[in-house]
């Protein structure tokens, strides 16, 4: 969570930073981006300061996890300014991935501790989501900063590269491709 909440406080600075300027629609990006960060980092701090042994404790961590459900939602609605589109090409994608898992994890969680238990394996399922959504903000905050992501699962694809389609003949060749209709 601390390497989350770093890269998250360093987004923002980047944001801060990159974000003056005379292009409103960048400032709008801006100033949406910022608060996406700050309220995140508010949320994952009402998180982490949840007493575990408190009465409480499950439902208030239910009712954070569906205030960043929220919070993730309004993050999918973020469009990046078209002038932009080329150098933040992957955050809306990662956003709307984002968005999706947080729903979901929210779901889980209240689902795994329904009826006053909880479900293990549900339990599994509402954290990796919970991971996914929070793996695709750092991404986010990574692309905003003008780096790439580095992680085993995200290839990179440059103009300059061909894909291999395993030695064979392109699935659909132009002369041969199926017509639209």
Not at 28 to 37: E, I, K, L, T
Request: charged residues 30%; aromatic residues 8%; hydrophobic residues 40%.
């Amino acid at each position: 969570m601390k390497k989350i909440s770093g890269m998250i406080l360093v987004g923002m600075l980047t944001l801060l930073l990159a974000g003056c300027g005379e292009d409103e629609s960048l400032t709008v990006f801006h100033d949406q981006m910022d608060g996406f960060y700050e309220s995140l980092s508010a949320s994952v701090g009402i998180l982490e300061n949840i007493d575990p042994s408190s009465d409480t404790a499950v439902d208030e961590m239910l009712s954070e996890l569906d205030q960043m459900s929220v919070l993730f939602t309004d993050l999918d609605g973020i469009e990046v300014p078209p002038k932009y589109q080329e150098q933040f090409e992957n955050i809306e994608e990662f956003a709307e991935e984002a968005s999706s898992y947080m729903t979901e994890a929210a779901a889980l969680y209240r689902e795994a501790y329904a009826e006053g238990g909880y479900d293990d394996v549900i339990g599994e399922a509402a954290r990796e989501n919970y991971r996914r959504a929070m793996k695709r903000v750092n991404y986010i905050a990574i692309l905003l900063q003008g780096r790439l992501p580095e992680d085993e699962n995200i290839v990179i694809v440059t103009e300059e590269e061909t894909v291999d389609w395993g030695g064979g003949e392109e699935p659909f060749p132009q002369e041969s491709a199926p017509a639209e209709e």
